[in-house]
């Protein structure tokens, strides 16, 4: 709502230095924000994946908040910026534009944080893994709070058309891909553009739109 | 959280008497309780439309709260309630387990507000239109707010796989229904299935499971 950068947001802070701002399960969809070399905040779609009932040891010691992860595909600009950085600003959007110019188009910033986030948490990373699928070299990371804030809470409501737009993200950004089958990915656009036209809203609808625009669909 | 009567609850109204606790846009997949001739509340899955940009002149004048319309499709114990009582509580909740309950089974409950609502609304139904698909009646009811609570907000995050247990309670209720291709629908789920093992938490998977039993899936 107010301004976007984090510093005049501490005293907002979550859970004070250290937590997520919320209970992350599975796999969190999040767009995050890093710093890159010409001196602009580069954002990106992330998946953030935490160990639930496994109980993931990774940090040693039985501690909370769970050690959440994230892999980054190829040589992207947040791949590069992690590296160079070691942190960067994971963020907890609720708007479809915004989450499909991040995970799909190249969106750059004058501050961290993006007016659409309704919390944030800065984030220390570490790469503990690597690998090669289909010729896409991975790196896993471990991300480690280290600020959080929470900028807006909402009424958490259920539209498909939403859910439609984040699969229609994913399935665009397969296409042309090595290990991915481009009929099937474009008959699952199909079906999230159907969904989106009968339920979604006008942000929806926006959103899609900006998948056509920036994937070959 | 605490009890789940609504009286105690009408110091929390969002509006005041009269609106939605959040703003809606498109359609809203909510939960709806409605009072049944044996006394319990029977919890159903209610689309709930709300026009955009169309600015619907149903109600004459140019008036806020935007119209709130929605379909019952069937002789359902919903339909049936709604014609019977006129009215019925409209629910905001983000448990995908209470989802597929109310979706998929009977689901019935001593006090109309469900402890996993994060807002409600009392409404006052009217049926404004009727028609028959594929061999099944369905009947338009207009809603009007009367009454809202919100019990508490939260930060938005993305899960896959809560919208993937969205999708397959839609594609598990079409299952052996005229019009819809069965092959299709299983071809679906097992997309949405595949998407909860890898991104949903535990509440996601309990929820497919779930959807499995309560299907013929």
């Known amino acids: ?32 924000t890093t710093l890159g070399p010409n001196g602009l905040w580069n954002a990106a779609a992330l998946g953030v994946f935490t160990g639930d009932e496994d109980g993931d040891s990774d940090s040693g010691a039985a501690s909370k908040p769970p050690t959440a992860t994230a892999k980054t ?12 950085q070691g942190e960067g600003y994971v963020q907890f959007v609720d708007d479809p534009v915004t989450f499909v110019d991040a995970a799909l188009s190249i969106s750059e910033h004058e501050a ?45 409501t259920i539209n498909r ?6 699969e229609a993200t994913v399935a665009a950004s397969r296409l042309g891909v090595v290990g991915y089958d481009d009929d099937q990915l474009r008959e699952r656009l ?21 998948v056509r625009e920036c994937a070959d669909w």
Chains 1, 2 share one sequence.
Do not use: H, K, Q
């Not at 790469?127 to 090669?132: A, H, K, L, N, V």
């Open 1 to 32: 709502m107010s301004g976007n950068g984090p510093d005049e947001r501490a005293g907002a802070a979550a859970d004070g230095a250290g937590g997520w701002p919320v209970d992350l399960t599975g796999v969190t969809e999040t767009v995050v």
């Open 73 to 84: 595909w190829g040589n992207t600009r947040t791949r590069r910026n992690f590296r160079r």
């Open 112 to 156: 961290p944080v993006l007016e659409s986030a309704a919390a944030w948490t800065r984030v220390a990373v570490e790469s503990i893994d690597r690998g090669t699928e289909n010729g896409t070299e991975w790196v896993a990371w471990r991300l480690r709070p280290l600020e959080s804030a929470i900028e807006r809470e909402t009424v958490p």
């Open 161 to 166: 058309g939403f859910g439609a737009v984040v």
């Open 190 to 210: 199909a079906y999230c553009e159907s969904v989106v036209e009968r339920a979604g809203g006008p942000r929806e609808r926006a959103a899609l739109e900006r």
